[in-house]
C-alpha cells in the first residue's frame, strides 16, 4: 500500500480542529515516547499516543477511525509526565469530541441490562456518558 | 471544630460505608463534618475541551451553593469529585470570564468568584489533624495487617491539583503505618484501574485489576487499602477469582478499628471472611516492623 503524505500543502482541517478544541500546539512534541511509556492502556491501543499524534501532524487518513482515544481514560499520567509540557489527555478529549459531534453521541450504558445500570456506581456511569457525549 | 462536607453521589449510593466510617472516626478527631445543602452531582470528569462550558456548570453550581451558604472551604472523600471540583475551581480563578459567562447563562443565580477551597479528607487528615494526633488516638494497633495502598489517578493527577506527590505519593502509607499496619508498595500504586471503563469495557479494568492484585499479593499485602469509590468498586467486584479476592477496604473503615470502634458502625460486617482474612489477628497486638517496603 503507498500513501501520500503532502506536508505543507493544504489545509490540514483535522489538526486544526484538535489545537481549536484541545488548546494544544502539536508542534511542541519531539516524539520521545513518554506518554506511550507510562500509559496503562497501550497494549490495547491501535496507534499509540505520540505515534497519533505524529499522524495528525502529517495528515495521515483514518485517525478518526482509531481506537486509541476510546481506549484512553483521561488518567493524566501522560499528560503529567511530557515534557514538552503537551495536555495529551485533552488532545485524546478533542478527538473524541470531534467524532461525537459529527457522528453523534453514543452512550455505552443503553447498551447496559437493569442490573448492571443498577450495580455500577453513579461515577462510573456518568464518566462514562460525558466521554461519550458531545 | 466544624467543616462543610460535600459527599457526591457515589458516596450516598454506592459507598455508605465510607461515608459512614469518615463521619465516625472524625467524631473520635473531634471534627464535624456537616452536610452541605443543595449539593449536585459534580459532573465527575473535568471537562477538558476548551468550548465546553455547560459542563463546568455542575462543580461551579456547588461552589455557588457553598458561597450562599456562608462557606469558604469544603471538603469531599470521593476522589473524582475532589479532581473535578478542583479542576473547575482553577477555571474559577484563572478564566473568571467564564464565571461570568455562567453567571449570565443561569440568570444571575450562580455567582462564584473563585475563592473557596476543595479539600480531600486525606488532607485533613495529614495537614491539619496530623498522623502523631492520628496515631495517639490508636487503640488497637493494626499490627497484622499487610497493607498495599492504591492511589490510582484523581487524588495525584495532574499534579497542580493533586494533594501528593504523582509518582511516590505516601499519604495512605504514612496513615497506614500511623495505625500499626505493615505497609507494602509497588509500582502500580498510582496506575490508573480502568475507571469508567467498566460500564463496556471491562476487559480493561479486569487486566488492570489483575495485575494491581498480582503485585500486592507478590509483595506480601493480605488486604489493599485506597480512596476512591470507583477504584474500590473495579478492585473489589473485578477481581478474577471472587472466592479468593484480595479484601478492598477504604482507609477510614481501618481507621475505625485501629480506634477501637465496632465494626458494624464502619460498615464492615463482623463476621464476614473478609474480615477474618484481612484482619486474622488485628486485634492482638504483636511487635512487627512498623513499615517493610516491598520490591518495586
Not at chain 1, 488518567?75 to 495529551?88: A, E, K, N, V, Y
Not at chain 2, 495487617?145 to 505519593?169: A, H, M
Not at chain 2, 505497609?183 to 467498566?198: D, I
Request: net charge neutral; with cysteine; aromatic share 4%.
Amino acid at each position: 500500500m503507498t500513501t501520500s503524505i503532502r506536508i505543507g500543502s493544504g489545509r490540514n482541517e483535522l489538526l486544526q480542529k484538535v489545537e481549536a478544541l484541545s488548546g494544544q500546539h502539536l508542534a511542541n512534541c519531539y516524539q520521545c515516547g513518554t506518554c506511550a511509556a507510562g500509559c496503562p492502556f497501550h497494549q490495547a491501543m491501535d496507534l499509540l499516543p505520540d505515534a497519533l499524534i505524529q499522524h495528525l501532524r502529517l495528515g495521515l487518513p483514518g485517525i478518526l477511525e482509531r481506537q486509541t482515544f476510546w481506549i484512553c481514560a483521561g488518567c493524566d499520567t501522560c499528560s503529567d509526565r511530557c515534557p514538552r509540557g503537551l495536555d495529551i489527555a485533552r488532545i485524546m478529549e478533542a478527538l473524541r469530541q470531534i467524532c461525537l459531534r459529527e457522528g453523534g453521541d453514543h452512550p455505552a450504558l443503553t447498551q447496559l441490562e437493569r442490573a448492571d445500570l443498577g450495580a455500577l456506581p453513579p461515577i462510573a456511569l456518568v464518566a462514562s456518558m460525558r466521554r461519550n457525549s458531545g | 471544630m466544624q467543616i462543610a462536607y460535600y459527599p457526591g453521589c457515589t458516596i450516598k449510593v454506592s459507598a455508605p460505608e465510607h461515608e459512614i466510617a469518615a463521619l465516625a472516626v472524625m467524631r473520635v478527631l473531634g471534627l464535624d463534618l456537616h452536610e452541605m445543602r443543595e449539593w449536585n452531582c459534580c459532573g465527575v470528569v473535568h471537562s477538558l475541551a476548551t468550548d465546553n462550558l455547560i459542563r463546568h456548570m455542575a462543580p461551579v453550581r456547588v461552589f455557588a451553593r457553598l458561597q450562599q451558604q456562608g462557606e469558604r472551604e469544603v471538603v469531599t472523600l470521593c476522589d473524582m469529585c475532589f479532581n473535578t471540583l478542583a479542576r473547575a475551581n482553577q477555571v474559577a480563578r484563572r478564566q473568571p470570564e467564564q464565571m461570568d459567562a455562567i453567571k449570565a447563562t443561569s440568570g444571575d443565580e450562580l455567582n462564584y468568584d473563585g475563592s473557596a477551597e476543595v479539600l480531600h479528607l486525606l488532607q485533613i487528615l495529614r495537614d491539619r489533624v496530623g498522623m502523631a494526633a492520628i496515631k495517639a488516638r490508636v487503640r488497637q494497633p493494626l499490627h497484622n495487617l499487610r497493607v498495599y495502598p492504591y492511589y490510582g489517578c484523581k487524588l495525584l493527577r495532574p499534579t497542580e491539583v493533586g494533594l501528593d506527590d504523582p509518582e511516590v505519593p505516601t499519604v495512605l502509607g504514612d496513615l497506614m503505618a500511623a495505625l500499626g499496619a505493615t505497609v507494602v508498595e509497588g509500582n502500580l500504586q498510582t496506575r490508573c484501574c480502568g475507571a469508567y471503563h467498566v460500564v463496556n469495557r471491562e476487559n480493561l479494568v479486569a487486566e488492570r485489576v489483575a495485575a494491581t492484585v498480582a503485585q500486592a499479593r507478590a509483595n506480601g499485602a493480605n488486604a489493599i487499602v485506597l480512596s476512591c469509590p470507583l477504584c474500590h468498586f473495579n478492585l473489589a467486584t473485578r477481581q478474577s477469582n471472587p472466592d479468593h479476592a484480595l479484601p478492598v477496604l477504604y482507609y477510614t473503615q481501618l481507621m475505625g478499628l485501629a480506634f477501637g470502634l465496632p465494626p458494624a458502625t464502619l460498615g464492615l460486617p463482623d463476621a464476614t471472611a473478609l474480615f477474618e482474612e484481612a484482619l486474622p489477628t488485628a486485634h492482638h497486638a504483636q511487635a512487627v516492623p512498623m513499615c517493610t517496603k516491598g520490591e518495586r
